[in-house]
Every structure is written in C-alpha cells, then in structure tokens.
C-alpha cells in the first residue's frame, strides 16, 4: 500500500486521483452557481462532506487516496462517483422536509427517497454499498437542518450544532409506515452484539457527531493542525467510543476491541501528527487489515461530523443564500 504525507493530501490536494467524478466537482463551482436554492445548497454540503470524508487520507483500513483499504469492491473512485450520484437525493429530502414537521408521515417519505437514493448509489457503483449509512445518517441531518428552528448566532455554535441532530432525532425516532421485514447486516449484528448502530445514534441525537467528533475537530484545529490531520483525530476520536457496526459484522468482538483500543491509543501518543502516533496508527492499521475489519460507521460519522461543521461555518460566516429559513 502506497504511503502518502497528510501534507500531500490535505483538502483539495487529491489531484493525482482525479477522475470523472472529480472533476465534476470542480465543475459544481461556477459563477452561475453562485446561487442555489436552500435546498440545493444543503445537498452540496452533504455532497461535499462524503468526498471529502473519501478522499481524506491515511484512514485505518479504510477506502482513502492510498488504496481499497479493507475492501475489495471498493476505491476511492467509485466512493466519488456515489457521492455525486447522491446529491439529488439529498436536495430531495431537503425539499421533502422544508415546511414539514417530525412526524410518521415524514419519516415515511425520508425513507422512501432515501430508497431511492440507495439505488442510484448502486447504479453509480455497479452494486457496491459505497454509502448506504451515510444516507441515513447525513440524510437526516439534512432534514434536521431543514427542519430545526435555529437559535440565534449569540447562542454559539453547540447550540446550533446540538438543535439540529435533535431535530433529525425527533424524525429519526418514528416508525417508516411502508418498510419491508428484512435481516440486514446491521440488524443481525445489533441483535447479535446488543448494540444500537445507526438507528440508535440518530434516535439519540448523534452524540458521536455532536459530543465527540466536532469537539475533537475542533480542538485540533485550535492547537493548530493542518485540515487534514484534525479530520483524522475526529475520525479516531470517534472509531475510540463507536460500536461500530460495520466492524462487528467483519470482526465480531475482536474487531471491536482492535478498532477501539487501537484508535485510543493513537489518541494517548498525541495523535497522527506526532511520531508516536504515527507508528499507533499504522499498527491500527495493520491489526485491522488482518482482521478485514473496516470502520465504516466510524467513516459515516465523520462525514456527518464535516457535514455539520460546514453548516456551522456557513452560517457564522453571514453568507447571502440561507439552507433554513
């Protein structure tokens, strides 16, 4: 597996890989489009939050710009052909829930689009599940921040953060009238495992996205890190405290305890910045990839970690066009 620096592959730096899907990217950011709709501009935020959580690189036995990682069916293009693939998806539940209340009603049609979604997702992939959780849970943020009725600027930015992940919880916590009995391997692994998953951290109020992810983003920002290295101490951050169900599916338990442990102990040497962390990493790294265990609950929160964050900027900024009025 190819190594690269964080400084190389800092936000915007993924050049040598670019494909199709980036530079449609590039394409997005035109004059003429300097404009969108609320809605599309809550869908490019979701858009933008999973290529950036795709090409963020190193990332323990996941898909990043140095290889498939643990996979097999995946790369770091096809991750960017299904996250463009899914940016009507997100405007339409934007548009869905602009005006709308939490509600059975609501969740129902969310989860219909988000159907729908997936199969795009397919289409774009050749039927690689590239992005499945990240429609449930950046989807539902998008609704939340929709929805939410924000507080004002003076209340600081965990309050606006903590508003919306509440207000997708309240829709995260009703019923879809339409869903179909199934055995997923999310639902296999939390009856086996007792554990809460996805649809547990939504119903919650995304406490590793709101108490966990965005405060280690944050702090390593404010100690002075590059962009990159401070969304790899997030992604840690949250792979150090998540029962990740992707995990427990390839793993069981074993994984679990490598990927938890593994990411504390980064963590503890002063994180990936720092030599000792670095060499915690890798053998995260190693120990996971001998276990074909690949943390992608962990991927999909920080995705939603970069989704919130975006928000938050966007509105501390005083930007002209709105994604909640």
Same mark, same amino acid.
């Given at each position: 597996m190819?190594?690269?620096s ?18 449609? !990217? ?9 404009a969108p ?7 490019? #935020?979701?858009?933008d939050?999973?290529i ?11 898909v990043?710009?140095? +290889? ?26 934007? @548009?869905a829930s ?10 129902t ?5 988000g159907?729908?979604?997936e199969?795009?997702?397919m289409?774009? !992939? +050749?039927?690689s599940?590239? *992005? @499945? ?10 609704a +939340? ?5 924000? /507080?004002?600027d003076s209340?600081?930015?965990c ?5 919306? &992940? ?7 916590? #009703?019923d879809?009238?339409?869903? %179909? ?12 495992? *007792? ?8 119903q919650?109020? $995304? ?13 390593? @920002? ?17 792979m150090?405290?998540l ?14 305890? &490598?990927?938890?442990?593994?990411? %504390?102990?980064?963590?503890?040497a ?6 000792a962390?670095?060499?915690? $990493? ?12 690949? /943390? ?10 970069? $989704?919130?964050d975006k928000?938050?900027? *966007? @509105? ?10």
């Amino acid at each position: 597996m190819r190594t690269l620096s964080l400084d190389t592959l800092a936000e915007g730096a993924a050049a040598p890989y670019a494909t199709k899907a980036t530079k449609a !990217t590039n394409a997005t950011t035109t004059p003429r489009d300097a404009a969108p709709s609320p809605d599309a501009q809550l869908a490019r #935020f979701a858009r933008d939050a999973l290529i950036e959580e795709a090409r963020l690189t190193p990332k323990p036995a996941l898909v990043d710009a140095r +290889g498939s990682g643990a996979h097999v069916d995946l790369d770091l293009a096809t991750m960017l052909r299904s996250a463009h693939a899914l940016e009507p998806t997100f405007e339409a539940l934007a @548009r869905a829930s602009r005006g709308a209340t939490p509600g059975s009603a609501l969740r129902t049609d969310l989860a219909r689009i988000g159907r729908a979604g997936e199969a795009a997702m397919m289409r774009a !992939t +050749g039927g690689s599940n590239a *992005h @499945r959780g990240a429609i449930w849970i950046v989807g539902l943020l998008v609704a +939340g921040a929709t929805i939410a009725r924000m /507080p004002p600027d003076s209340a600081g930015v965990c309050a606006c953060a903590t508003e919306i &992940a509440e207000t997708a919880a309240r829709v995260a916590r #009703f019923d879809d009238t339409l869903a %179909q009995p199934m055995q997923s391997n999310g639902e296999r692994v939390r009856q086996r495992y *007792h554990v809460g998953g996805a649809r547990r951290e939504a119903q919650d109020g $995304f406490p590793h996205v709101i108490r966990v992810g965005l405060p280690a983003l944050h702090a390593a @920002r404010a100690q002075g890190h590059d962009e990159a290295t401070a969304r790899v101490d997030a992604l840690l951050a949250i792979m150090a405290s998540l029962d990740d169900t992707c995990v427990l599916h390839r793993a069981g338990l074993a994984g679990r305890e &490598a990927a938890q442990t593994g990411a %504390q102990r980064v963590r503890d040497a002063g994180g990936i910045a720092t030599r000792a962390g670095r060499a915690a $990493f890798d053998a995260l790294e190693r120990a996971l990839l001998a276990l074909n265990a690949s /943390p992608g609950g962990a991927a999909d929160l920080l995705a939603a970690t970069l $989704f919130i964050d975006k928000l938050l900027h *966007h @509105r501390i900024g005083g930007r002209t066009v709105s994604w909640n009025n």
